[in-house]
Structure formats: structure tokens, C-alpha cells
């Protein structure tokens, strides 16, 4: 980031080849497999598998917070809120204070596989074939879908809810009367997401590719040639690429013109021995956090590919990875419960 950023990361000058730099990284032994990260202000949120969200400020004592009866299945957050799903059956919203309030419960306990956060405190959750969302005070919409949900997704703009499924994504204005509008491509959908100018729609598919439409007109994008199944995406910051894992390198896709990747070849960079696993975009530069199978972290730079080196292997894989509101911290975690952050101020 030397000269084109806000900070500098100390004792390390960009360059072709993978530099370590000297990163203070505050280690944190979170207890379980970390499945999520997110930041609530300058607070670090760890989701563990079981029960519990860490908090780790930046100064004083992590806390622990017991928030469901078993296993969370999904959590998205907003930067006010981390929002869970459990196998308890109940959607859950803990704010930056550690207290937390149940949305809703599943009148039949199914588990709540996804869910979502949007506009105005929206929030969509999907148990089985049945995706939901509540705006407000408001008492929550339904949608039946024909098979299990894999992924929801806001869009950027307005109450629309993206809900990918076995054979392509529906979208779902929950406030209008009428049948959603309907993306169609065969195969199982998981990991839905808008871009951030609302323009594109991304799935990730349960074989090694993702697909793609462009909403205005549900022209197809597909995008293939991965080793494994995608399982973490992002655009970068103004949404100029869409940062992928599921590879041995970090695999980019354009998105800078009207067509998005259409007909077009992806950049690659951070060629590795192992898989990516977890990638995180910096939230006001074009760079990505990318995390390994073997617990690597480099930190890599678009315009020239440059490398950063931020944590060295420990043989257990990246599993979440999340950068605060100023791009200063990165917080991680792994499969195996070891977790950190790293400040980079």
C-alpha cells in the first residue's frame, strides 16, 4: 500500500516478490472452529460453530457470549449487528454491547441454513424451502421455493431478496404481490451476492464454478475452470473485480465495463501450493486479504500483484478473514480455532 494508501505497513516496501513484513498480530485462542469474522466499530467478532460469538476490542479482555443452544449455521453483519442462524431453530442479533435479541424462532425448529442482512434493519433468514424476511417491526414475509435454499442476498438498493436454489436464483420483492422473477441455470446455487453497484448477480455453484447474470437483461456469465468448489467471493473496493477462492492462486474476474466478464479472462495472482480458502477485500483500495488451506495469509496488491506476507503456515485453514471499516485491521480465524489481529495502523 506504500504511497497509495492512508497507512503504511511497517518495515515492508511492496514488491514483485512476497515480502514479510513486521505485523503486530494480537493471537486469539478462540476455543472451536472459527466460521465467520466480522467488526462491530473497532471490535473484532469471531463466530465460533458452536454456540458462541468472541468479542476482542482492541484493548481490554475478550468476552464470550452464549447466543444459541447449538451449532450457528450462517451469520452476516451490517457493521451495527452480527446477525446468526442456529440449528436451534432461532434467528438471532447481537449488537457492538454483546447483547443480543432473538428475530424469530421456527414455528417447526427447523434449522436456519442462511441468512442476510439489508436497508432499514431488514433481515432474511431461509429454513428448508422456505425463505423469510422481516423489515422493521414488521411481521415476516414468506416465500416457498422448490427446493432448499442456498444463499440469500439483499440488494443494494431497496427491499429485493435475492434466494438462490437448485436450478438458478429467484428474486423476491417481499412488499409486492406477485410471482418473483426467476434467473435460470441448472445446478445447485449456494453463496448468492449483488455487486455493489446492483448490476450483476454472482452464484457459486456446488461444482468448481460460479455463475453469473446481469440483471437487466439476465445475460449469463459463467465463470469455471476452478479446482474446487468457490466457497468465499468479494468485490473489491468501487466493485472493479470480483475477488474468488476455490484455486491455487487468487483468481479475479472483471467487472469494470457493462459486460462484466463476459468474454473475457480473469487475472491470477498469488500462485501457491495449496488452495485458497478465504479471501477478504480491503474495504478502500484494491487489495485482497487471501487466506490458505495451510493457514497462510498474504495480502496482495491488483495494480502490480505485490505481496505481503501476514501470518506464515500453521497447517490448519484459513476459515474466516474480515478487515474493519478503515481498512486498518484484519481479523482471522482458522478450522482448527486459532485466531488473531492483525493492526496494520
Not at 59 to 67: E, L, M, N, V, Y
Not at 259 to 276: H, I, L, N, T
Request: with cysteine; hydrophobic share 40%.
Amino acid at each position: 500500500f506504500k504511497q497509495k494508501t492512508a497507512y503504511e505497513i511497517k518495515e515492508c516496501d511492496w514488491s514483485s516478490d512476497v515480502c514479510s513484513s513486521d505485523l503486530r498480530t494480537r493471537p486469539v485462542e478462540a476455543g472451536g472452529p472459527v466460521v465467520a469474522a466480522y467488526f462491530l466499530d473497532r471490535t473484532a467478532v469471531f463466530v465460533l460453530g458452536e454456540e458462541t460469538l468472541l468479542f476482542v476490542p482492541p484493548k481490554g479482555d475478550t468476552q464470550r457470549f452464549d447466543i444459541h443452544s447449538g451449532g450457528i449455521l450462517s451469520a452476516k453483519s451490517d457493521g451495527t449487528r452480527v446477525v446468526t442462524g442456529g440449528d436451534d431453530g432461532k434467528v438471532v442479533s447481537t449488537d457492538a454491547k454483546g447483547e443480543s435479541k432473538t428475530i424469530a424462532t421456527d414455528s417447526k425448529r427447523r434449522w436456519i441454513d442462511e441468512v442476510a442482512v439489508g436497508p432499514d434493519g431488514a433481515v432474511a433468514w431461509s429454513a428448508g424451502k422456505t425463505a423469510f424476511m422481516q423489515s422493521g417491526k414488521n411481521e415476516p414475509k414468506s416465500l416457498d421455493l422448490p427446493s432448499s435454499v442456498g444463499g440469500l442476498a439483499f440488494a443494494p438498493k431497496g427491499i429485493r431478496v435475492a434466494v438462490a436454489h437448485y436450478g438458478g436464483v429467484s428474486l423476491w420483492f417481499p412488499n409486492v404481490q406477485g410471482k418473483p422473477e426467476f434467473l435460470e441455470w441448472k445446478g445447485s446455487h449456494h453463496h448468492v451476492a449483488y455487486s455493489p453497484d446492483g448490476k450483476f448477480l454472482v452464484t457459486a455453484m456446488q461444482e468448481p464454478a460460479l455463475h453469473g447474470w446481469r440483471v437487466a437483461d439476465a445475460k449469463h456469465m459463467r465463470m469455471s475452470g476452478y479446482s474446487a468448489r468457490v466457497r468465499s467471493f468479494g468485490w473489491t473496493a468501487g466493485g472493479k473485480w470480483l475477488a474468488t477462492a476455490g484455486s491455487e492462486q487468487l483468481v479475479m474476474w472483471p467487472f469494470q465495463s457493462k459486460d462484466g466478464p463476459m468474454g473475457k479472462q480473469p487475472k491470477m495472482f498469488a500462485a501457491f501450493a495449496v488452495r485458497v480458502s478465504v479471501v477478504a477485500c480491503h474495504p478502500k483500495q484494491e487489495v485482497v486479504a487471501v487466506g490458505y488451506a495451510d493457514g497462510t495469509i498474504l495480502m496482495v496488491r491488483i495494480d502490480d500483484g505485490a505481496e505481503v506476507l501476514a501470518r506464515k503456515p500453521d497447517d490448519s485453514p484459513v476459515s474466516a478473514m474480515a478487515w474493519d471499516e478503515n481498512g486498518t485491521t484484519l481479523a482471522f480465524g482458522t478450522e482448527s480455532g486459532s485466531a488473531g489481529v492483525i493492526d496494520l495502523a
